[in-house]
């Protein structure tokens, strides 16, 4: 090597270290040393931040109100008739499937009354999901824990009028957001003219 180039290699050496403030060296047969950042890395935030598509990325989603419960089922699994003759008990099983982990709880209704009773509805279930029910027809079986899918409903009919005391039986989730649509468990059928 001739002077000339001697002195331009020992020229970079110096300018990069003076550069660095020193130059890194590692021991013979040891790897170079890596030292962690002293501080770390910041991110000035954005007005809006972009996903992957180019569209702004959604806020974290608030809890949303939980839906109807599905899938529902009401089975007749005992009746009882008292030594009378008059009096029965029904005992059924209601059960129906839910998402774990969107509601928080489930209220069960009973309906006392038939609200599609009109002539045009004979024969078609008194509360379908479409109904409106108003907040005065809604009377409280049960308030059961969000892992609840089944529970029983008991009541007792005079058989003289042959009817129970509820013409629908219907479920609602809840949860932070609020309650879903009820869900029908289970309907009676309207009669319209008929003398009870």
């Known amino acids: 090597m001739n002077w000339q180039r001697l002195v331009v290699v020992v020229g970079m050496a110096v300018l990069v270290g003076g550069c660095n403030g ?3 060296t590692a021991a013979p047969g040891s790897s170079p040393a890596v030292s962690a950042p002293s501080a770390s890395p910041s991110v000035a935030p954005s007005d809006s931040a972009v996903g992957p598509t180019g569209s702004p990325s959604a806020s974290p989603k608030a809890a949303a109100v939980p839906p109807a419960p599905s899938r529902t089922t009401f089975k007749l699994v005992k ?3 008292a030594k009378d ?3 029965t008990t029904e005992r059924y099983r209601a059960t129906w499937s839910e998402p774990a982990g969107a509601a928080t709880k489930f209220l069960v209704y009973g309906v006392p009354d038939c609200l599609g009773d009109l002539q045009q509805f004979n024969n ?3 509360v379908t999901p479409d109904t409106a029910i108003p907040a005065n027809e809604l009377k409280l079986f049960a308030t059961l824990s ?3 899918r089944s529970t ?3 009541w007792t009919i005079q058989n003289e009028a042959g009817l129970g005391p509820y013409q629908a039986v219907v479920i609602v989730a809840q949860n932070a957001a609020g309650k879903s649509a009820p869900a029908v468990l289970w309907s009676a059928r309207v009669c319209y003219g008929c003398v009870i």
């Open 152 to 154: 029983f409903v008991t």
């Open 146 to 148: 969000a892992a609840t």
């Open 22 to 24: 020193s130059v890194p």
């Open 85 to 87: 003759g008059y009096t």
């Open 79 to 81: 009746e009882t008739v």
């Open 124 to 126: 078609t279930p008194c």
